[in-house]
Structures are given as C-alpha cells and as structure tokens.
C-alpha cells in the first residue's frame, strides 16, 4: 500500500485516468457546484432519497452517448456488476459462462447469483459455444470484460454475441476499460463491435477511469435495466453515487463527446509508452509489461519509482502464476516531455531486467 502526494513530482502511468479528466477545470468545478447544492452524500438508496438530478441526467447522457435504451448509475463499477449478474441470472435455473480473465467484480457477481457458473479460457468463443450448447437450465448469461483490465485486450465481442444469440443467451460486457477510449468517439467496446442498442446486449461501466471521478452503470435495454432497479440487490440496498460525483461524470462526458479526439490521442500515447519500454502495442490505453516472476515485478516497479514514475504491478493471484507484470496507462493529455521521462525510467527498467536475465520483454500470453 502506497500513499499518494498531491504534492510529489511523481508522473502517474499507473492510475486509470486515461483522458486525463479527474483534474480537468470544468470537471472539477461541476463536482465544486453540485457539492454546494446537495451537500457531501446522497443520504439515503436511489429508491429510497438518493436519485437527484444529477444522477438523472448522467444517466440520460450515458444512455445517448453508448446508444442504450436507458442506464442505472450506482455507486462504485463493482456494484453495478453485482447488481446487473445478480439480477440478470437469478439462481440455479440459470446458466452464468464467464471468461477466465474476468475482473473480480464479475466474479464476485457470479457466485452471488447462486447460477451454474462455467468458466472458460480467455476469449474462447468455441468454449463458450460449448457451454451453451450443453445447458439444460432456462436462461443463460456470457459476461466477458469488454478491455481487459491487466492486458488491455479487446473481446471479441461481436462473436460472442453471435453464439449467445444462437443459444438464446444474453451478453454482458464490462466496458470499465473501454468507455472513453474505444471504439467511436470513445463509446466503448460494444458500439465498435457494432452492437450498441441490441436487446440482448448489456454492459456494464465505470466513471472512475476515463471519465476521472467515481462511480458505475448498468446500460441497455430498458426493461432489462429496469429490472435491474428494482431487484439488483448492488443498486437497491446501496446508498446512491454522491450527487457531486455524479455532476463530475457528467461533465467529463460532455468533453468526451465536445472533442471525439481524446480516445484516439490516449491510444497514441500508448503506442508511445509501449515502444518506450520495448513491449507489443496495445489497441487500449492498458499497456503490459510482461515480467513473469513476482519478486522481480515488485523490483522492476521500484526502479521506476526511483526514476519519478509510477507503474503498475499486477502478481498472482491477480493474474495467472508466471505471469507477474507492469501494468503501464496512458493518458490523453502527456505531453511529450512526459513520454521521454517515461522512456528514461523504463531504460533503468531494462537494464534491471537485464541483469537478472529477462530481456528482452515477453509478449503477455493471450
């Protein structure tokens, strides 16, 4: 555990502020008024006295933007993950086929539901059609991450749509990632694969990446969400999102969509740092460093703190045994300067590597 300083020089290429809008003035000032009007919490559920204006017109905002019918802000990414598996495979008359890789929040979510749960290897699709074909419950969900959080891989989501339609199963897909820097305009993962709007396609989200502050949705079909509302125990029992929080989310959206170049200037930026630090591009601002053991991953993310700048060190059980790593994160708004000081610290990392016999850098394993 490692306590920030608002105050040290440190360049951050391990957070998930990959817009570069958490400090953005108008974000800031959004949060500032709606802090002054409703206060610091929302005081009470969405369905009780929390709901306010501010998370009404989020979710209007969110639900035009990623070309959904309607969407539930909550109060944290994980709990709209919770609600949205828990309520949409109610038990054992249910069949939930999660990908290998999938973020601990959709895990967590499936074991809640109480459903049949069949876990397959990272975007298989022939194991998910697999699974499908075998089942015998009544109703069948395949949740994946749409991004990767510890690859930065895109699912291939417009194939496991296919399947899931196929079987009569619905798809729900993590856009955590995702929003803000795939697909166009950066409306996610789901819209690049052509899939916003389908009714059998879900996604879930955050607000706490590309869009800076805090909080999560559940975006799609209206009835499904709707569902989700009133039954989805993460979002029925939950005190709401803060209003402020929400007031901040809102007005990164609005950037966002006021300047559709900020996906494709953070997915440059990654580009960027993975030829820095030697390692395969990446198609999302999510860029691996493969180390393989744990010791030497913790050693290697010292050295770059050494040198003034903070990556990521992902290690079991977090990611599969033998696959320790960095995980680096790009931001729309480095500059240039902070890409050569970037570059600098990782030439102090290769040679650590180096010595100890790992050079050069291992693609992450797919």
């Known amino acids: 555990m490692r306590t920030a300083d608002a105050t040290a020089a440190v360049l951050d290429l391990a957070g998930n502020d990959y817009l ?30 929390g709901s306010t204006t501010e998370h009404a017109d989020l979710e209007a905002a969110l639900a035009d933007f990623c070309g959904a019918a309607d969407a539930a802000v909550t109060s944290s990414g994980y709990l709209a993950n919770l609600a949205a ?61 749409a991004v990767d959080s510890t690859d930065g891989q895109v699912a291939p989501l417009r194939d496991l749509h296919a399947v899931a339609r196929r079987h009569g199963a619905v798809l729900l897909a993590d856009e955590a990632h995702a929003l803000g820097v795939v697909g166009p305009g950066g409306r996610g993962a789901v819209a690049a ?72 200037r953070a997915l440059a930026r990654a580009a960027a740092l993975a030829a820095a630090a030697g390692v395969p591009a990446s198609t999302s601002a999510v860029v691996p460093w493969l180390v393989g053991d744990p010791h030497l991953a913790v050693r290697a993310q010292a050295e770059a703190a050494g040198a003034g700048v903070a990556v990521g060190c992902f290690r079991p059980p977090t990611v599969p045994a033998g696959t320790a790593r960095l995980r680096i994160t790009a931001r729309a708004d480095l500059t240039d300067a902070e890409v050569d000081r970037a570059a600098a610290a990782f030439a102090a990392v290769r040679a650590l590597l180096a010595r100890e016999g790992l050079s050069p850098p291992a693609p992450v394993p797919g």
Do not use: M, N
Request: aromatic content about 2%.
């Open 85 to 145: 598996v828990t309520a949409l495979a109610p038990g054992p008359d249910h069949l939930v086929v999660s990908d290998r890789s999938a973020h601990a929040s959709l895990i967590d979510a499936c074991r809640l539901s109480r459903a049949r749960i069949v876990v397959v290897p990272a975007h298989d699709v022939a194991a998910v059609a697999a699974a499908l074909a075998a089942r015998t419950e009544r109703g069948a969900l395949v949740v994946t991450d």
């Open 20 to 49: 570069g809008l958490s400090q953005h003035p108008a974000v800031v000032e959004a949060a500032v008024t709606a802090l002054r009007t409703w206060g610091a919490g929302s005081t009470g559920s969405r369905l009780v006295s």
């Open 193 to 264: 694969a052509g899939l916003a709007g389908e009714p059998d396609v879900l996604a879930t989200a955050t607000l706490s990446k590309a869009l800076g502050g805090q909080g999560g949705a559940i975006l799609g079909r209206r009835d499904a969400v709707e569902h989700v509302r009133q039954v989805g125990r993460g979002y029925v029992f939950d005190t709401a999102l803060a209003p402020a929080s929400a007031a901040a989310a809102l007005a990164a959206l609005r950037l966002v969509r006021a300047d559709p170049g900020l996906p494709a």
